[in-house]
């Protein structure tokens, strides 16, 4: 079927090449008709003789022009069929380098998505490793300042030793991070940092209260001095100790 409409195809086109083509003229042999001599017999037999071999001659002469002509256009349809088949062939061969180079074109696209991403999740995972460093060493160097500190209470007696490390076992919790997001290590520091924003505070208000005593302890009459012995001073200094750890 689809032969036989490229075919058909192929006559029109060439149908309509040839319209627009000029054709060649069909010339006839120029054969005279016999004329009647005057004065002599007519030989009626010879005359129709020769009007059939002339007929004759004109007939070949178009069947064989015919044949010509019939020749000429199967031949060019011949050539239009096989310039049809040619466009063909290379508009295929087209589609297919261009579906080669865009199938090319998706495969660097997606190497380099999957490249980007890869880069991407080992940027994120350095950054969440170097965070949780931090607070490991920040956790480490707020451990080692406590320990300092419970250093030089050492010297104290031994009931305010144990008093101390009871505080620091109430206070000291085990920081375990490690399964930690990274949403929940920023809460986590979050809160480290106002628990120590909050001693600081709490360290000032003493310190400042301790230097009031000492200012009102100064600026008071002989005589009411032992209401504030050094005794007093002692046990408000222990409490702002207590306090900060």
Not at 85 to 99: G, V
Request: proline letters at 3%; charged letters at 40%.
């Amino acid at each position: 079927m689809h032969s036989h409409l490229l075919f058909f195809a192929a006559e029109s086109q060439a149908a309509d090449e040839d319209e627009s083509k000029p054709k060649p003229r069909v010339f006839a042999p120029s054969i005279s008709i016999p004329k009647i001599p005057e004065g002599e017999k007519v030989d009626f037999d010879d005359i129709h003789r020769k009007r059939q071999e002339k007929d004759l001659t004109e007939l070949q002469f178009l069947i064989e022009a015919h044949f010509i002509q019939r020749k000429k256009d199967e031949e060019e349809l011949i050539a239009l069929v096989n310039r049809i088949e040619k466009r063909r062939a290379e508009r295929a061969e087209q589609q297919r380098i261009r579906t080669e180079q865009e199938k090319e074109r998706q495969a660097r696209l997606a190497e380099e998505k999957e490249r980007k991403e890869q880069e991407e999740a080992r940027k994120k995972q350095d950054e969440d490793a170097k965070k949780k460093k931090a607070l490991t060493n920040m956790t480490q160097q707020y451990a080692g300042v406590q320990q300092k500190q419970d250093g030089k209470r050492g010297a104290k007696r031994q009931t305010e030793r144990e008093k101390k490390r009871k505080i620091l076992a109430e206070r000291k919790k085990p920081l375990n991070i490690d399964h930690l997001s990274e949403e929940k290590l920023k809460e986590k520091a979050s809160e480290l940092w106002q628990w120590m924003m909050a001693l600081e505070a709490e360290k000032f208000d003493l310190t400042e209260k301790l230097k009031r005593q000492k200012y009102d302890v100064s600026t008071l009459p002989q005589g009411m001095c032992f209401f504030y012995s050094p005794l007093s001073f002692r046990s408000l200094q222990e409490k702002c100790s207590n306090t900060l750890i």
